[in-house]
């Protein structure tokens, strides 16, 4: 039951956030950049990261969740309305204990990064060279 109660709290969190206007976001003081996206002037778009105390509380969360697949659960929520730079998806994968679990939640993420050409760091986080490559093709499916 607790288990449940607190995933139903993370979700009213981050549903709460992506119920917030675009252009209150925009006003407001915030701790991370705007990034553009896209390649295509047409379709360029401006995204912004999850701010760093948002941020800060979903890693502390993931943090004391020592199973995986609960780790994934909060991603998926998580991603719902935010959207994250390479740093803090290199972070989050830092709490995974394996390749495999990794590059699960890099799958999680992938469409919900903002600035795929800074993706060095996310291959770093990747132990062998087979998984480095499957996070590379993946973040390449992204770019197109």
Not at 36 to 57: I, N, P, Q, Y
Not at 63 to 83: M, P, Y
Request: hydrophobic share 45%; aromatic share 8%; glycine share 2%.
């Amino acid at each position: 039951m607790k288990k449940c109660n607190k995933l139903l709290l993370i979700s009213f969190f981050v549903l709460g956030m992506a119920m917030q206007p675009a252009v209150l976001c925009a006003q407001k003081k915030s701790d991370s950049p705007i990034v553009e996206v896209g390649f295509d002037k047409k379709k360029a778009r401006h995204t912004r990261a999850m701010r760093k105390s948002d941020f800060s509380m979903m890693y502390d969360i993931m943090k004391k969740n020592a199973f995986e697949n609960q780790k994934n659960d909060i991603l998926r929520v998580a991603c719902i309305g935010n959207f994250f730079s390479s740093e803090q998806c290199a972070r989050l994968l830092s709490l995974y204990s394996f390749d495999s679990n990794r590059l699960e939640a890099l799958e999680i993420m992938s469409p919900r990064l903002i600035d795929v050409d800074d993706a060095e760091k996310i291959i770093k986080k990747f132990t062998f060279s087979s998984e480095k490559e499957k996070a590379m093709l993946l973040l390449m499916k992204i770019r197109r």
